[in-house]
């Protein structure tokens, strides 16, 4: 017997609302099998489970926020038949999923965050109230679009109360939103909800989600808790190189006239390579500080800063970068900005990311100071690809160029180190076909 | 053959997959998509893979600029259209 725990997120999160159990009681599971959908204040996030079992019992209802650590779920070991003579056959290594050391530093993590919030595993009220009847949103699942269970997921209502208009009554996004301006409640629905509604009371009155203004707020209160914690702690320091790009364009350019549309490479995919790469040769970027040292990571895991569609920011991990081709780089980064912006992120690319890398070199700037997403110790930045004075073998010519920056934690190095790794990243830019 | 009307409908449908919070109705089709609508080089590409997948036109990545605001990218695929059939 284990409990399965609502996971920390991300250093900025400190409690979660259980939107969704993909699950029921008696439900095989294995190790990274989704079986919850949980909305921090950032966003939904598919939460992954990181161990083989049974699902025995469910301890916390759809529709309840309850802090980091709280137990979620209880999950017994697999049932005899399920497990091999040799428990290594069926716990398979698969590449991507994070390791034994990771899933320990994720939960190190989750009580890093935890920190200063209420205590991570007391959380009685949870323990002693049955959850209530499952409503059977499942039944609708099939009739609503993934459009309009989000809007009914923002707004509020329940798809069981809708009438839809579309194909074989499938329900659209209009008719959630009608549905929500008919059974608007007078009063908000409280962000803060206690824990556990009792079950008497009829779960459909459960404030399942928030509002996107909400949302909205959440998210601003989420990024400014977390960037402020930055600023507060860790002693930045600064640097930035101009980086002739000349070579990497020329090569993506040919490389692209290869390939279908669906496979061409973007110049951010070998940006992104060329830090993880970097950060393979120093390991003292790509860790955490935690309890006052540096643990070094057991891969890298680049955090890709996405921005949200209408405001917010979210860095998501792209699981071991120094191992992927660039082909494979483009696809997780594509993969994880759709599911950024759709909100169906996974918690292990919440709890994973190892360093970040923020472009907003579309935005058009030139360069980016960034600031360190706690407990991560260096956030690379890279501005706009542009033409620029280059001057090279005495020559003064016009070359696309990018600055590359590194903001990083002075606890963990210094500018000596950071300034190594910035020509690392300059050296492997330099090398395309290597990447 | 794709009408002027079908081409539009396609690159707004291609955009609005991308951006979903876009009113098609608000988008001047004059001025820059990238700008108006804050689509970045991830959303353009898919934009374009959007394209070709509904009309078999692959668009090169030099001609890029060639699609910067609505109607620019209209008349280019109506164009690449004719060029296509025509070969």
């Given at each position: 017997?284990?409990?399965?725990?609502m996971?920390?997120l991300?250093?900025?999160?400190?409690?979660?609302?259980?939107?969704?159990?993909y699950v029921?009681p008696?439900a095989?599971?294995?190790?990274g099998?989704i079986?919850?959908?949980?909305?921090?204040?950032?966003?939904?996030?598919?939460?992954e489970i990181f161990e083989?079992?049974?699902?025995?019992e469910l301890?916390?209802?759809?529709?309840?926020?309850?802090?980091?650590?709280?137990?979620?779920?209880?999950?017994?070991?697999?049932?005899?038949a399920?497990?091999?003579a040799?428990?290594?056959?069926?716990?398979?290594p698969?590449?991507s999923?994070?390791?034994?050391?990771?899933?320990?530093?994720a939960a190190a993590?989750?009580?890093?965050?935890a920190a200063?919030?209420?205590p991570p595993?007391?959380?009685p009220?949870?323990?002693a109230?049955?959850?209530?009847?499952h409503r059977?949103?499942?039944d609708?699942?099939?009739?609503?679009?993934?459009v309009a269970?989000?809007?009914?997921?923002?707004l509020?209502?329940?798809?069981?109360a809708?009438?839809?208009?579309?194909?074989?009554?499938a329900?659209?996004?209009?008719d959630?939103?009608?549905?929500?301006v008919?059974?608007?409640?007078?009063?908000?629905a409280?962000?803060?909800?206690?824990?556990?509604?009792?079950?008497?009371?009829?779960?459909?009155?459960?404030?399942?989600?928030?509002?996107?203004?909400d949302?909205?707020?959440?998210?601003?209160?989420?990024?400014g808790?977390l960037?402020?914690?930055?600023k507060r702690?860790?002693?930045?320091y600064?640097l930035?190189l101009?980086?002739?790009?000349?070579k990497?364009?020329d090569?993506l350019?040919?490389?692209?006239?290869?390939?279908s549309?669906?496979?061409r490479?973007l110049?951010?995919?070998?940006?992104l390579?060329?830090?993880?790469?970097?950060?393979?040769?120093?390991?003292?970027?790509n860790g955490f500080?935690?309890d006052g040292a540096?643990?070094?990571?057991?891969g890298v895991?680049?955090g890709?800063?996405i921005s949200?569609?209408?405001g917010?920011?979210?860095?998501?991990?792209?699981?071991d970068?120094?191992r992927?081709?660039?082909e494979?780089i483009?696809r997780g980064?594509r993969?994880?900005?759709?599911?950024?912006r759709?909100?169906?992120l996974r918690?292990?690319?919440?709890?994973?990311?190892?360093i970040?890398?923020?472009n907003?070199?579309d935005?058009?700037?030139d360069?980016?100071?960034?600031?360190?997403?706690p407990p991560?110790?260096a956030?690379?930045?890279?501005?706009?690809?542009?033409e620029?004075?280059?001057?090279?073998?005495?020559?003064?010519?016009?070359?696309?160029?990018?600055?590359?920056t590194?903001?990083?934690?002075?606890?963990a190095?210094d500018?000596?180190?950071?300034?190594?790794?910035?020509?690392?990243?300059?050296?492997?830019?330099?090398?395309p076909?290597?990447? | 053959?794709?009408?002027?009307?079908?081409?539009t409908?396609?690159?707004?449908?291609?955009?609005?997959e991308?951006a979903p919070?876009v009113d098609p109705?608000?988008?001047?089709?004059d001025?820059?998509?990238a700008?108006?609508?804050d689509i970045?080089?991830?959303?353009?590409?898919n934009?374009?893979?959007a394209i070709h997948?509904r009309?078999g036109i692959?668009i090169p990545?030099?001609?890029?600029?060639?699609?910067?605001?609505?109607?620019?990218a209209i008349?280019?695929?109506?164009t690449?259209q004719?060029?296509?059939?025509g070969?």
């Amino acid at each position: 017997m284990s409990e399965f725990l609502m996971p920390s997120l991300g250093a900025d999160m400190e409690a979660g609302t259980l939107l969704e159990w993909y699950v029921k009681p008696g439900a095989t599971v294995k190790r990274g099998d989704i079986v919850a959908l949980v909305d921090t204040s950032k966003a939904e996030i598919e939460i992954e489970i990181f161990e083989n079992g049974v699902i025995d019992e469910l301890l916390v209802p759809e529709g309840a926020r309850v802090p980091v650590g709280t137990a979620l779920a209880i999950v017994r070991a697999p049932e005899p038949a399920a497990v091999g003579a040799n428990p290594a056959t069926v716990e398979a290594p698969t590449e991507s999923r994070p390791s034994e050391p990771e899933a320990t530093l994720a939960a190190a993590l989750a009580g890093a965050a935890a920190a200063g919030a209420a205590p991570p595993l007391s959380a009685p009220v949870t323990r002693a109230a049955p959850p209530p009847p499952h409503r059977s949103r499942g039944d609708h699942r099939g009739h609503a679009s993934p459009v309009a269970r989000r809007a009914a997921s923002n707004l509020g209502v329940d798809l069981a109360a809708v009438v839809g208009t579309g194909p074989d009554g499938a329900i659209r996004k209009a008719d959630v939103e009608r549905a929500a301006v008919a059974s608007r409640p007078a009063v908000a629905a409280p962000i803060e909800a206690p824990p556990v509604v009792p079950a008497q009371t009829a779960p459909v009155q459960t404030p399942r989600a928030t509002t996107a203004g909400d949302r909205q707020a959440l998210m601003r209160e989420a990024i400014g808790a977390l960037m402020a914690r930055s600023k507060r702690e860790i002693p930045h320091y600064y640097l930035q190189l101009e980086i002739d790009f000349s070579k990497s364009l020329d090569w993506l350019h040919a490389d692209n006239l290869q390939r279908s549309v669906e496979e061409r490479l973007l110049p951010s995919a070998l940006l992104l390579s060329a830090v993880a790469r970097a950060a393979v040769e120093m390991p003292e970027m790509n860790g955490f500080w935690l309890d006052g040292a540096f643990r070094p990571a057991t891969g890298v895991h680049l955090g890709v800063a996405i921005s949200l569609r209408g405001g917010g920011l979210i860095a998501p991990a792209l699981h071991d970068a120094d191992r992927k081709s660039l082909e494979e780089i483009m696809r997780g980064v594509r993969d994880l900005v759709q599911r950024a912006r759709a909100g169906r992120l996974r918690s292990s690319e919440m709890s994973d990311p190892t360093i970040t890398v923020t472009n907003l070199g579309d935005r058009g700037v030139d360069l980016v100071h960034g600031v360190i997403y706690p407990p991560q110790v260096a956030l690379v930045g890279f501005g706009a690809v542009r033409e620029r004075a280059w001057a090279a073998d005495g020559m003064l010519g016009v070359r696309p160029t990018v600055i590359a920056t590194l903001a990083a934690d002075h606890r963990a190095g210094d500018g000596h180190a950071g300034s190594r790794f910035l020509t690392l990243i300059e050296r492997n830019l330099q090398e395309p076909e290597e990447l | 053959m794709t009408t002027e009307q079908e081409l539009t409908a396609v690159v707004i449908g291609a955009v609005t997959e991308i951006a979903p919070d876009v009113d098609p109705h608000a988008i001047d089709p004059d001025a820059d998509l990238a700008d108006q609508l804050d689509i970045d080089s991830m959303d353009f590409l898919n934009i374009v893979v959007a394209i070709h997948d509904r009309t078999g036109i692959e668009i090169p990545e030099r001609d890029y600029p060639k699609l910067g605001t609505l109607n620019d990218a209209i008349s280019y695929l109506a164009t690449a259209q004719r060029q296509g059939a025509g070969a």
